[in-house]
């Protein structure tokens, strides 16, 4: 697997309608580390991978670059119900809490 690159991981994660926090209440890494991923800064090449992994098991397909053509997402869940992003259900609540003002 070619990893995807940093843009094209956010373009997943905002394909499947997933926040950053819903992709750490779910998939169990930091939001920082997302963020971090997202970015394109230096992290741990398993949390890239597993990532990636993650958005493949939700329903997304990376399609690498070929015939002069760059990068490709398509969300399988849209495939029947161009409204359904994702077949997670209800998220569990984000660890973070909300302040209000």
């Known amino acids: 697997m070619r990893p995807a690159p940093p843009k ?3 373009i997943a994660r905002e394909f499947l309608g997933l926040s950053q926090d819903d992709v750490e209440a779910v998939f169990g890494v930091s939001r920082k580390t997302i963020q971090r991923l997202e970015r394109g800064d230096n992290v741990v090449v398993h949390y890239a991978n597993s990532l990636q992994s993650f958005y493949e098991a939700q329903g997304i ?4 670059p070929a015939d002069g053509k760059g ?3 398509f969300n399988a869940n849209t495939r ?3 409204n359904s992003l994702n077949t997670l259900g209800v998220l569990p609540p984000s660890k973070r809490t909300k302040t209000t003002n």
């Open 80 to 82: 029947d119900d161009p």
């Open 61 to 64: 397909e990376f399609v690498q």
């Open 8 to 10: 094209i991981l956010k």
């Open 71 to 73: 990068w490709g997402v």
